[in-house]
């Protein structure tokens, strides 16, 4: 007979999510949901009617992990809206904000999960002291492009407030050259660990779909060509079932009436034919994207003109046109839809990465002990307060889908 196993809150993760587990005699999961426990905060909500221009400023803090890709996303919803497109080294320097952010928080996610592969005491404190080199780093880079080392109020709409100096350039490179030293010992230790680590073969593998729209930074075209006109998305009831449900503090996104998987993994199947399945691989492809985002970050260093204009001003305060943008955020892709109308938002809606893997991580504790699903879980680095703050209200009563009436299903 199936018993049910629920983890709450669970640990070593951003937010408070719930395990729902089904079990057999055997405790081996025949089906699993995860959900987010973390209350709606309505920014779609309180967004509307305000500047166009505090849409970033508010929704980089959805959280403090990974703010440049909502100011990012954000940014570029307006931009598309209103019909302007920062210069050619405004999205340079906004790509290496970015890639600040993912330098930092990328190495973060093996701070929660050494315990699970690395028993050494030694061995841990060496793996922190390196982590934490490595997360100043990046968080450097974010404080010079972006203005802070946090919420980056230097991305604007139009593209970014200031350029940098060519001393800021110079000593940038020198850290980034710096990463790489750090970063292969790291990498080479993470490598070891998961080789000797216990994991079963096939742990975490599903068969949901996956989604990305770049390989390194998101690309608004590709999700807009590829995705958008396919997405729809349930209400937790209907997804969980009641008795699950109404405990749910999502929506559940799907493409082509599926929930998909987004993030490292999804990234390198997508762009580099990544075949490998399952927890290991998602966290083996983490170790592949720092070392693709080191290297980006230097190349764009080398060719970043520090004379160049970084942002273009608005020409137009827009008429209310939809606007996308789209981000490949550190967990996956990060889509921001708007509409602006002289100035204002009149409409405002964020899918955060988290929010699309959410199911795909409940999905993959199936056939595997209930003890393996925080395991599972901490592969997936879910950021669960970016994935929860806003439902869907219509006439006074919340709905699972929304028509614009004035075209297009947002």
């Known amino acids: ?76 919803a307006i931009e598309q809206s209103i019909g302007v497109s920062p210069p050619r080294h405004g999205l340079l320097l906004r790509e290496l904000c970015n890639l600040g952010n993912h330098l930092h928080d990328h190495p973060l996610q093996q701070i929660l999960i050494l315990p699970d592969f690395v028993k050494d005491a030694e061995g841990q404190k060496e793996a922190l002291i390196r982590i934490q080199k490595l997360r100043k780093i990046g968080q450097s880079v974010c404080e010079v492009t972006g203005g802070e080392a946090i919420h980056s109020p230097h991305i604007r709409v139009g593209g970014m407030q200031r350029n940098i100096s060519e001393a800021a350039r110079r000593r940038l490179l020198d850290l980034i050259m710096d990463y790489k030293g750090i970063w292969d010992e790291q990498r080479e230790f993470m490598e070891r660990a998961f080789d000797a680590s216990e994991v079963p ?114 020409v137009t305060r827009g008429s209310g046109q939809l606007g996308i943008g789209v981000n490949e955020a550190p967990r996956g892709t990060n889509v921001h839809i708007t509409r602006v109308e002289d100035g204002r938002i009149t409409f405002y809606k964020a899918m955060p990465a988290t929010m699309w893997s959410i199911p795909a991580i409940g999905r993959a504790t199936e056939g595997y002990h209930h003890r393996w699903a925080q395991w599972v879980m901490r592969s997936y680095d879910p950021c669960i307060s970016c994935a929860t703050h806003y439902i869907i209200v219509q006439d006074g009563h919340v709905v699972d889908r929304y028509s614009d009436s004035r075209g297009g299903w947002v």
């Open 201 to 314: 073969p096939g742990l975490g593998v599903h068969d949901m779909p996956l989604m990305a729209t770049d390989l390194i930074y998101g690309r608004s075209d590709v999700f807009r060509r590829e995705y958008y006109q396919d997405y729809s998305e349930m209400l937790p009831v209907p997804f969980y079932g009641e008795d699950i449900g109404t405990e749910a503090c999502t929506v559940i996104p799907m493409i082509r009436g599926k929930p998909v998987e987004v993030g490292p993994r999804a990234r390198l199947w997508k762009y580099r034919g990544y075949k490998e399945l399952g927890t290991m691989a998602l966290n083996r492809a983490r170790l592949i994207e720092i070392t693709l985002r080191r290297d980006r970050a230097e190349e764009i260093l080398r060719t970043l003109d520090t004379r160049a204009r970084t942002i273009n001003q608005p």
């Open 1 to 76: 007979m199936a018993e049910r196993v629920v983890i709450a809150p669970t640990t070593r993760n951003e937010g408070h999510g719930k395990f729902v587990l089904e079990v057999d005699d055997e405790g081996i999961v025949t089906r699993g949901h995860f959900l987010s426990l973390v209350l709606v905060r309505g920014f779609e909500k309180f967004l509307v009617g305000r500047a166009m221009e505090f849409a970033p400023v508010a929704t980089s803090r959805f959280c403090g992990l990974c703010p440049p890709t909502h100011a990012t996303a954000s940014s570029e």
